[in-house]
């Protein structure tokens, strides 16, 4: 009987739409807008690739070892050095870290010895073109370069 | 076509997907209909076939580590414990227990995030919108714990081989704890809009029904066997990474229609949350590290790790030949066993009902095609 009367005044109907009323509450809602609000990516978040530079000279942190290039599933990160005369050392020359390929798994990251390369919690990385994927050492170290419109 | 009158049956063969929206990805169904009725259907996949398992024969194993994220996407970390299990055997180490909780926390989450996504789309496809935006509501919160953990949402690529990378952040067992106390209310109130909604009920009763001996005989696992009432959990059967010590229970339902494999999974999710409530208040300290060297090299073997995804059982088959990198690996995903007995369900029954039905089956592309 009570199963009937429930059936006849659309109970179960009534129970879902109490439910949707009562998550109507204003503070509820979840909208980000995005350009204006910059969301905060964790701490931890691996985004686009930096490579560190001292901070009290200018110079790279990078000390070449290759071992981010080994490292990597996709070997999508290229380093080449020249040996230094004067002080016997390998020198950083060149450093490109082709980011369409990447899958920011953070294994080159684990892989440096001297925190030089850092997946950072930047998070825009597209371009117009597919050169613009592959980052320089330069890009690395100073961050992508947007197209500036004027408006 | 001029004898053909209205009365004659034709036999109609349609194309469902790839493209269509309640495929869940890539699949290709073809239909055989008679009217409404579904004579017979064949499954065509391999869409997203990216060859992972020939990748991993030319990577080292570290570096095959995130691949296997990219399989099953909604449910990574359940794939990365997969694979770093198997791995963890062939080496014969020891994961720290401290490492074996964490995991199990994880895990534990991830299924909850696979299961709200599954729900969510589930409902979607038969026609309730409302519970999409409540799921992904929650789903979000788990991703986010995912993301101050490992640094990603989705391919999280959280545990490496031997334990973890990643010690726990700070405030992340009261986040835990908080997300469990947030989530069971909520639970509740997907049920109340479902459960005894007339229309999902009229939708989901008596519908692709799979008995348990049919399960057993196609090879399917996870939710989808355990709604035909075989008490069958891997976490029971052979506990893998300290399951042994949490008390939970298997929720089993009978008929094994699509209603009962919704049941089930809504069950799930309160169990998970037990678990993780269990294993959050008992985190031991220590190690997060096994003893694992910086060069992973297995000895010559073969190892074979199964675990409950929560699509079904997930095996990983590892050879290895002694060097860095695995000779062959074989995965063993739920999801592309589950499919094949989509044509035993379907049979007989009716065209909106396929969607019904690949929606409970709860596959996803990515792992069928691999």
């Not at chain 1, 109490?18 to 979840?30: C, E, G, S």
């Not at chain 2, 979607?124 to 949402?153: H, M, N, Q, S, W």
Request: aromatic share 10%; net charge negative.
């Amino acid at each position: 009987m009570a199963g009937l009367l429930k059936k006849i005044f659309l109970a179960d109907l009534f129970q879902g739409l109490w439910v949707t009323f009562r998550n109507q509450d204003p503070k509820l809602i979840y909208t980000e807008r995005y350009p204006e609000e910059r969301p905060k990516v964790a701490e931890r978040y691996r985004g686009a690739p930096r490579l560190n530079i001292n901070p009290d000279n200018g110079e790279t942190l990078c000390i070449a070892c290759n071992l981010c290039a080994l490292a990597c599933p996709e070997t999508l990160i290229v380093v080449t050095s020249e040996r230094n005369e004067e002080t016997k050392r390998k020198e950083l020359t060149t450093f490109t870290y082709d980011t369409s390929r990447c899958m920011f798994c953070g294994l080159c990251e684990d892989a440096c010895p001297v925190d030089a390369l850092e997946l950072t919690q930047d998070f825009e990385m597209a371009t117009y073109t597919r050169e613009g994927q592959i980052w320089d050492r330069q890009t690395l170290e100073e961050g992508p370069r947007p197209t500036q419109y004027k408006c | 076509m001029a004898d053909t009158t209205f009365l004659d049956s034709t036999e109609l063969v349609l194309n469902m997907g790839p493209q269509h929206p309640s495929t869940h990805g890539v699949l290709r169904v073809i239909l055989k209909l008679d009217g409404e009725k579904v004579l017979g259907t064949e499954c065509i996949i391999g869409y997203l076939h990216r060859g992972v398992e020939k990748i991993a024969e030319n990577r080292t194993y570290a570096q095959f580590n995130p691949y296997v994220d990219r399989m099953d996407y909604v449910a990574a970390i359940s794939n990365g414990l997969g694979y770093c299990l198997a791995v963890e055997k062939l080496l014969n180490v020891e994961v720290p227990a401290r490492a074996q909780a964490i995991r199990v926390i994880l895990t534990e989450l991830n299924r909850i995030a696979s299961h709200l996504l599954w729900l969510g789309t589930h409902a979607l496809d038969i026609g309730a919108i409302t519970p999409v935006f409540y799921c992904l509501r929650e789903r979000e919160e788990a991703l986010k714990i995912f993301e101050k953990y490992c640094g990603a949402r989705l391919t999280t690529h959280a545990f490496r081989i031997g334990g973890l990378l990643y010690e726990t952040y700070d405030g992340f067992e009261q986040e835990i704890i908080d997300f469990c106390k947030m989530f069971l209310p909520h639970v509740d109130e997907y049920e109340e809009l479902l459960t005894n909604n007339r229309i999902w009920v009229g939708r989901l009763k008596d519908v692709g029904i799979l008995s348990g001996d049919e399960c057993k005989e196609f090879g399917v696992t996870g939710p989808v066997l355990r709604a035909a009432g075989v008490k069958w959990d891997l976490r029971k059967a052979q506990p893998y990474s300290g399951y042994e010590k949490y008390d939970f229970e298997i929720p089993t339902r009978t008929n094994g229609d699509t209603y009962d494999r919704y049941i089930v999974r809504m069950e799930e999710m309160r169990q998970s949350v037990r678990i993780m409530e269990q294993a959050v208040a008992a985190i031991p300290e220590g190690p997060i590290m096994g003893k694992v060297g910086k060069v992973i090299k297995p000895p010559v073997g073969e190892a074979y790790v199964s675990i409950e995804a929560p699509k079904g059982e997930l095996g990983y088959y590892a050879v290895s030949d002694g060097s860095t990198q695995p000779y062959r690996v074989r995965v063993r995903p739920p999801s592309f066993v589950n499919l094949q007995a989509l044509d035993r369900m379907i049979r007989g029954g009716l065209v909106a009902d396929v969607v019904a039905v690949i929606g409970t089956l709860d596959i996803v592309l990515g792992e069928i095609d691999r």
